[in-house]
Structures are given as structure tokens and as C-alpha cells.
T-cell receptor, first 112, second 114 residues
Framework: ETGVTQSPTHLIKTRGQQVTLRCSSQ?????VSWYQQALGQGPQFIFQ???????GRGNFPPRFSGLQFPNYSSELNVNALELDDSALYLC???????????FGPGTRLTVT | GESVGLHLPTLSVQEGDNSIINCAYS??????FIWYKQESGKGPQFIID?????DKRQGQRVTVLLNKTVKHLSLQIAATQPGDSAVYFC?????????????FGTGTRLLVSP
């Protein structure tokens, strides 16, 4: 069984640019959630995708958007990057309505 | 409101000691709680969970206690090992219409000295 994978591992962008982060969910998991983790803090919920549709969102502006594909993999897109977007971006997958969420290793985004 | 916080930001113990990490939560309607371990440069790793209809749950070397009266969680690690050194988060599962999300605290760093 393959766990949650994310790419790239690290990324450096300039303020104002756009970025796309990718996540492959664990086998059999149809729900993907994205979290932002600032240095020294706990992860903050961005949004969740279920069967290719966004079904829940946290307190993040519209420039944070996402997609989920038929194979349940997912993308997180961030437009007009700001310095405060520098963080570890985590993807978590879960088997539908069950509680357990399994996290990937994260993508470290640095905005300069 | 939604908040999950931790009492101690850093806990230092000797190898072989028992460790206790505490957590307070504010949403009395939450029915599920999880402890995660996060090592440097890695994503959170599931340790143990507990549902609100339970007071205690045991795993391998770990025990989670839930006190709903005072909205408090604790994680006990028996015979702590250097490999247990990491940041530990409690998380509360909150249901909204159509989805669930995890609300994390800021974490406790556990340092285990040999």
C-alpha cells in the first residue's frame, strides 16, 4: 500500500508569482485535505476535496484554490504569492467519511 | 470557538522515563481526537486516537486519556526513547455540513536525553 506523497519537496518563489503543489492520496482514499503549517505552529485547514469537488474550506482567501482528479490525486494552487505564504503545505487523505487522516511529508514553500 | 491548545511548549525527559503531554480543547461537541507526532522535516504521523465515548485508549507504549468534563486530553508515553523526540500535536476533529476538518494546537516539543 502506497502512502500519501507530495511534490515538490521544496520550492522557492518570488512574491506575486503563482505556485502549484501536488499530492497523491493513499490507495483507496477518496478524500484529500490541504493544510498550511507556519513555522512553529500547528497545521491550519485550507480546504477539502471529495470526489473531485471542494466540500469544505477554512479561512483562506480565494487565491488559494485546488483541484482533485478522477484518481483522487490533488493540486493546491496559490496565486499572487505573499511573503506570509511561506510555510509547509501538507496534504492528508482519508477513506471518505471515516475520521482518520494520513499526512504526506509536505512541500516547503519559501516566498522571497 | 474552535481552539486546541497545549499547556507545555517543551518537555524534557530522560530516556526510560514516562512522558505526559497535555492538551486542552474548547469544542465540547467534538467527538474525536487524535495525537500526531511530527519529526523535523516530515509530515504529522498518526499515533493514537480516541472517540468521545471513551475515557482511555491504549496503544503500544502510548495511552491517551480524555476528560470531557474539563475538556482535557493527555498523551502518555511509557519508557520514553530518544526516537520519541519530536513535536506532538493534539487535534480535534470538527464536523461541518458535508465535511470534517482537524483543528490542531501549537504543539509540544518532546526532548529525550540518553
Amino acid at each position: 500500500e502506497t502512502g500519501v506523497t507530495q511534490s515538490p519537496t521544496h520550492l522557492i518563489k518570488t512574491r506575486g508569482q503563482q505556485v502549484t503543489l501536488r499530492c497523491s492520496s493513499q490507495s483507496g482514499h477518496n478524500t484529500v485535505s490541504w493544510y498550511q503549517q507556519a513555522l512553529g505552529q500547528g497545521p491550519q485547514f485550507i480546504f477539502q476535496y471529495y470526489r473531485e469537488e471542494e466540500n469544505g474550506r477554512g479561512n483562506f482567501p480565494p487565491r488559494f484554490s485546488g483541484l482533485q482528479f478522477p484518481n483522487y490525486s490533488s493540486e493546491l494552487n496559490v496565486n499572487a504569492l505573499e511573503l506570509d505564504d511561506s510555510a509547509l503545505y501538507l496534504c492528508a487523505s482519508s477513506p471518505g467519511d471515516l475520521y482518520e487522516q494520513y499526512f504526506g511529508p509536505g512541500t516547503r514553500l519559501t516566498v522571497t | 470557538g474552535e481552539s486546541v491548545g497545549l499547556h507545555l511548549p517543551t518537555l524534557s525527559v530522560q530516556e526510560g522515563d514516562n512522558s505526559i503531554i497535555n492538551c486542552a480543547y474548547s469544542n465540547s461537541a467534538s467527538d474525536y481526537f487524535i495525537w500526531y507526532k511530527q519529526e523535523s522535516g516530515k509530515g504529522p504521523q498518526f499515533i493514537i486516537d480516541i472517540r468521545s465515548n471513551m475515557d482511555k485508549r491504549q496503544g503500544q507504549r502510548v495511552t491517551v486519556l480524555l476528560n470531557k468534563t474539563v475538556k482535557h486530553l493527555s498523551l502518555q508515553i511509557a519508557a520514553t526513547q530518544p526516537g520519541d523526540s519530536a513535536v506532538y500535536f493534539c487535534a480535534e476533529n470538527i464536523w461541518h455540513t458535508g465535511f470534517q476538518k482537524l483543528v490542531f494546537g501549537t504543539g509540544t516539543r518532546l526532548l529525550v536525553s540518553p
